[in-house]
């Protein structure tokens, strides 16, 4: 389970309610283009940032009520003009993608925290604006809940982003656990490593039961993936600690096993 490529978008669930699927999927393929501006191939730096910055001018189009010619955001420009679906959550997505392609490091929790502000709680955001509940609670817990997804999405992946030259966890923290960054690329695992991740697994824990409520809030279809999404990424915190920490040598991934304790937490829940 993860959020990069945006996996959280529960895209074409059978979960989802049949009206939700085909906007879900409009907002995916608009954000996962965006997103592979940003990582993927062997751009230049500015090429990708030119890139970005071309999508943004897309939605100002939009936004004055153009269509643009390309299928995935002529596709965006009707279901805003059919839904009045936010642009701005967009904005912040291909903002952080823009952040992605110049920035490599987090001085601290409050910085990563801004990240996730626009690279992951906008698609919460989205898809409460698509199901019609977007008051002060449901967006603090859906926030909550990315945010968790996408943090938790960085524990799994420390190994994959240090060879990228990329450390998402904060620096400060690395510091107050006395683990030095190269650590991480050279997949040392001592105790402080494993106090640091156990605090971090702790954090993100919190986070995800204080969005929990939602799932149950929302009832239906909606509630169940959501149920679903909560209780994997807490799976996924269960097999972090399982392995004390050391996610180098091997990637903790849900197996069958563990999407049947998902699918019978989200229906107990």
Same mark, same amino acid.
């Given at each position: 389970?993860?959020?990069?490529?945006?996996?959280?978008?529960?895209?074409?669930?059978?979960?989802?309610?049949?009206?939700?699927?085909?906007?879900?999927?409009? %907002?995916?393929?608009?954000?996962? =283009?965006?997103?592979?501006?940003?990582? =993927?191939?062997?751009?230049?730096? =500015? /090429?990708?940032?030119?890139?970005?910055?071309?999508?943004?001018?897309?939605?100002?189009? %939009?936004?004055?009520?153009?269509?643009?010619?390309?299928?995935?955001?002529?596709?965006?420009?009707?279901?805003?003009?059919?839904?009045?679906?936010?642009?701005?959550?967009?904005?912040?997505?291909?903002? +952080?993608?823009?952040?992605?392609?110049?920035?490599?490091?987090?001085?601290?929790? /409050?910085?990563?925290?801004?990240?996730?502000?626009? *690279?992951?709680?906008?698609?919460?955001?989205?898809?409460?604006?698509?199901?019609?509940? !977007?008051?002060?609670?449901?967006?603090?817990? *859906?926030?909550?809940?990315?945010?968790?997804?996408?943090? &938790?999405?960085?524990?799994?992946?420390?190994?994959?982003?240090?060879?990228?030259?990329? %450390?998402?966890?904060?620096?400060?923290?690395?510091?107050?656990?006395?683990?030095?960054?190269?650590?991480?690329?050279?997949?040392?695992?001592?105790?402080?490593? @494993?106090?640091?991740?156990?605090?971090?697994? /702790?954090?993100?824990?919190?986070?995800?039961?204080?969005?929990?409520?939602?799932?149950? +809030?929302?009832?239906?279809? &909606?509630?169940?993936?959501? @149920?679903?999404?909560? /209780?994997?990424?807490?799976?996924?915190?269960?097999?972090?600690?399982?392995?004390?920490?050391?996610?180098?040598?091997?990637?903790?991934?849900?197996?069958? !096993?563990?999407?049947?304790?998902?699918?019978?937490?989200?229906?107990?829940?």
């Amino acid at each position: 389970m993860g959020v990069d490529h945006y996996e959280n978008f529960p895209v074409a669930s059978i979960v989802l309610p049949a009206r939700l699927r085909g906007p879900v999927a409009t %907002i995916y393929r608009v954000a996962r =283009e965006a997103d592979d501006l940003a990582d =993927e191939g062997d751009a230049t730096a =500015e /090429a990708r940032l030119d890139a970005l910055r071309e999508r943004l001018r897309r939605l100002d189009a %939009i936004a004055a009520g153009d269509t643009p010619p390309q299928p995935n955001w002529r596709a965006l420009a009707q279901l805003h003009q059919a839904t009045g679906v936010p642009l701005d959550p967009i904005r912040d997505l291909i903002d +952080a993608f823009m952040q992605d392609v110049t920035v490599t490091r987090y001085a601290t929790d /409050a910085d990563v925290l801004d990240y996730c502000r626009r *690279s992951a709680n906008p698609v919460g955001r989205l898809l409460l604006h698509l199901f019609g509940r !977007t008051d002060a609670t449901a967006l603090a817990q *859906s926030d909550a809940i990315c945010t968790a997804l996408q943090r &938790i999405n960085f524990l799994q992946d420390v190994a994959i982003d240090a060879a990228k030259g990329r %450390i998402y966890l904060p620096l400060d923290a690395l510091a107050r656990f006395q683990v030095d960054p190269a650590d991480l690329a050279a997949g040392r695992v001592t105790p402080q490593w @494993r106090a640091l991740m156990h605090a971090q697994i /702790a954090q993100e824990r919190a986070r995800m039961q204080f969005g929990a409520p939602l799932g149950r +809030a929302l009832g239906g279809r &909606i509630g169940l993936e959501l @149920r679903l999404v909560v /209780a994997g990424g807490l799976r996924v915190l269960d097999r972090i600690a399982a392995v004390d920490g050391d996610v180098f040598r091997r990637r903790p991934v849900l197996g069958a !096993t563990d999407w049947l304790r998902v699918g019978a937490r989200a229906l107990v829940a």
